[in-house]
């Protein structure tokens, strides 16, 4: 059981660039979604999922994308790099939609865009 | 002013004292609260949920104050092992949108 895991950990784009950040569980969670941390700022929600097929956007979700089209894997796309997306990304899971529930994430990606 | 709110220390604490720290919210529809403990450079990982009636595990309590809108945490007889950021998060609203805190730093010192 690995629980929720993030490729890659390190990655360094030029501005304009596009990737993908990958994520998946193996928990069987309904429940995903993709938060940045700054420095001060604490996590910020960008877009999350309720189930396959069905995303919304959280907080910050401009120059995101995502899709989700199995339970287990929940991709983050960012369409044209901005120095302004380096942060640390964190994918995480939940057994619930309730709010009620751990969330579980996964160990992160560090991006830098320059 | 922002949604949730901490102080972000950092709290050096000798080994074996007694810490507090409190997390304020603006929302007093918030229906969840959580503390998480984040290590350097890792991922947030779940502390303790806090129940309207406080509660304790192990050498941590916390507490959930509705009418001044804060939760607090408090651990006792600190170990070197509690040197940590720890996130306040609330949920606000049905639904898993949840809202965290800068985080409080904790420095445990021997």
């Known amino acids: 059981n690995a629980g929720v895991t993030q490729t890659p950990k390190f990655q360094v784009l030029k501005t304009g660039q596009s990737m993908t950040l990958q994520c998946a569980q193996d928990?069987?969670?309904?429940?995903m979604s993709w938060y940045r941390q700054d420095p001060g700022m604490g996590l910020r929600l960008i877009h999350y999922?309720?189930?396959?097929?069905?995303?919304d956007q959280g907080e910050v979700p401009n120059g995101y994308n995502v899709s989700r089209s199995t339970t287990e894997d929940f991709p983050l796309r960012l369409l044209s790099a901005a120095p302004s997306q380096t942060s640390v990304y964190f994918c995480?899971?939940?057994?619930?939609?309730?709010?009620?529930?751990?969330?579980?994430f996964g160990p992160g990606t560090r991006l830098t865009v320059t | 002013r922002k949604e949730v709110e901490q102080d972000p220390g950092p709290f050096n604490v000798p080994e074996g004292a007694t810490v507090a720290f409190n997390c304020t919210y603006s929302?007093?529809?918030?229906?969840?609260f959580f503390w998480y403990r984040q290590d350097c450079r890792k991922e947030p990982k779940l502390l303790m949920s806090?129940?309207?009636s406080g509660n304790e595990d192990g050498r941590f309590t916390a507490q959930l104050n509705r009418a001044s809108q804060y939760i607090s945490l408090l651990i006792r007889d600190s170990k070197l092992s509690d040197s940590a950021t720890y996130l306040c998060?609330?949920?606000?609203?049905?639904?898993?949108?949840?809202?965290f805190g800068g985080g409080t730093r904790v420095l445990v010192k021997p």
């Open positions: 995480a899971s939940s057994y619930s939609i309730s709010g009620n529930y751990e969330q579980y």
């Open positions: 999922s309720v189930g396959a097929g069905i995303t």
């Open positions: 929302n007093s529809a918030s229906q969840s």
């Open positions: 998060v609330v949920n606000k609203a049905a639904g898993n949108k949840l809202t």
């Open positions: 806090v129940y309207s």
């Open positions: 928990m069987n969670h309904e429940y």
